[in-house]
């Protein structure tokens, strides 16, 4: 099958490319470059990778591309609260807009989509959420992907509300929880923790493209919150677990009222696609504490 991907150089997307041809399928990815070429780099000599370098609100070219292929996964986007605020007049164009567009040539050429939102769309809640629950985004990046969600879903394709993902790719990101604090922890044996009982749901990098492919088989439509369970966590408990594998150091706790705060039922998915994470929460502290220690920033 011929896959794009847009936003495909980036953390999440490299991993997905990398799944994607281990698997046979021909990807092409689209991007920016906004982080980088590391995405890209270790594909190019593969005969079945293809890299087209441009922005995602280039329309002609996106519907010129999406003509071409078989299936498209849309992760291109200004990803997180702190980058939205400072890109904020491009927010709704690049994660709002570009996807409509996107959604609507995806119909247009009778193209199955996959749309990559967050879990963060659930915002502040002391019950645990399904996919029938209230939205309350409480910020630009949130309230960008419910508007963009929109369209999707009336155009019957599919949206995947993704944990906070953690674990190493060929771009790994040091401003994801886990990944943070490991990282934090391990350079100052010093972390200052802001809202410790604050609640959200995790996931490996490696098993959310597990997942994704696990969609695509059984040509998933609508909208699932993507994760497990019992990978919701409290920051309190992933820096136990830190400190279990890394050793004791210093833990700061800050009284912070965080925003994003909410355990997340993940049934609907589970009962679609039956597959089991591959990675804990403990599998990933050892892979980005060993990345680290290879040198590889």
């Known amino acids: 099958m011929k896959i794009l991907i847009t936003g ?24 920016n470059l906004f982080f980088g ?9 593969n ?6 370098k441009n922005t995602i609100n280039n329309l002609g070219l996106i519907e010129t591309v999406i003509m071409e292929v ?3 996964i849309h992760l291109a986007a200004i990803v997180g609260e702190p980058s939205c605020k400072q890109y904020e007049s491009s927010v709704y164009s690049v994660n ?13 050429y009778d193209i199955p989509l996959l749309f990559l939102s967050t879990c963060s769309n659930y915002g502040k809640t002391d019950k645990v959420v399904t996919e029938d629950s209230p939205l309350e985004p409480l910020g630009l990046y949130a309230d960008s992907k419910i508007k963009a969600e929109k369209t999707v ?16 790719s060929y771009r790994v990101r040091y401003d994801i929880t886990i990944n943070e604090f490991v990282y934090q922890y ?39 919150n993507a994760g497990f369970n019992d990978l919701n966590y409290q920051k309190k408990e992933i820096v136990n677990k830190i400190v279990g594998y890394l050793g004791e150091g210093k833990i700061e706790y800050v009284d ?12 609907k998915i589970q009962k679609e696609i039956n597959y089991q994470y591959q990675f804990s929460l403990e599998d990933g502290i050892r892979e980005v504490y060993e990345h680290i220690q290879r040198g590889m920033m």
């Open 186 to 224: 391990y350079r100052d044996r010093l972390l200052k923790v802001y809202g410790e009982n604050t609640w959200r749901p995790y996931l490996h990098v490696q098993d959310a493209c597990n997942m994704i492919i696990k969609c695509m088989e059984n040509d998933l439509h609508g909208v699932y």
């Open 256 to 267: 912070f009222d965080d925003p994003r705060d909410y355990q997340v039922n993940f049934d």
């Open 70 to 72: 078989d299936y498209i």
């Open 37 to 45: 070429s590391i995405g890209v780099v270790p594909f190019l000599d």
């Open 8 to 31: 495909g150089a980036g953390f999440f997307g490299s991993k997905l490319t990398e799944t994607l041809l281990s698997q046979g399928h021909i990807v092409i990815v689209y991007d």
């Open 96 to 108: 709002t807009g570009a996807t409509e567009w996107i959604s609507e040539c995806a119909d247009k």
């Open 47 to 52: 005969k079945n990778y293809k890299f087209i």
């Open 153 to 168: 879903l009336d155009n019957n394709h599919l949206v995947l509300r993704m944990s906070t993902l953690f674990g190493v």
